[in-house]
């Protein structure tokens, strides 16, 4: 009797997420410093990129707004959006639902400075995927579905998932 090349498949077992979940999370670690680019703008932090990108799909917002969905807490959010108004790349109006409080927006400075951030980034990944083989770029088109189901998902509860500690003393970056 001829035996099999590939070893039987198992059912998945709790730990194989665990290994995946933390193979995942060091390629992506790994990753971040490469879609960072190489940005010539020092006051455009990480973070301060994740606000821009926040408020360009989802703006206008209120600061609290913002704050929940970068998950990150109202001061710091509050101090991060000054930050981002001193450089102009932000638009400030009241919120007609309430004279008191503002909606934050990007402004055209904001907007551009995003998508050259993005080109930049994006640019510097193509590069590093187009090095590898074809059947690799395959496998790696064949996981985004995945990836953005995992980006996408929200708790049967319907609330935001937090990362844990988060809304504590989160620095403004």
């Known amino acids: ?22 193979r995942l999370r060091a390629v992506v670690q790994q990753l971040l410093p490469l879609l960072r680019g190489q940005q010539q703008n020092r006051d455009l932090t990480p973070s301060r990129t994740a606000a821009l990108a926040a408020l360009a799909a989802h703006g206008p917002l209120r600061i609290s707004e913002l704050a929940a969905r970068m998950n990150i807490a109202l001061s710091t959010t509050s101090r ?7 450089h102009g790349w932000l638009a400030r109006r009241p919120d007609p ?12 400075e904001g907007l551009a400075l995003l998508h050259e951030v993005r ?25 985004l579905p995945a990836l953005e189901e995992l980006v996408a998902w929200t708790p049967p509860d319907g609330t935001s998932p937090r990362r844990p500690g988060a809304g504590a003393a989160d620095p403004v970056n």
Do not use: N
């Open 1 to 22: 009797m001829e035996q099999s090349a590939e070893p039987p498949r198992r059912p998945s077992s709790p730990a194989e997420p665990a290994e995946l979940a933390g």
């Open 97 to 108: 639902a309430d004279q008191r409080a503002s909606l934050i927006s990007l402004s055209d």
């Open 119 to 143: 080109r930049e980034t994006t640019g510097l990944l193509a590069e590093r995927i187009g090095q590898l083989p074809p059947d690799r770029q395959r496998l790696l088109r064949d996981a």
């Open 80 to 86: 991060m959006v000054d930050l981002l108004d001193g």
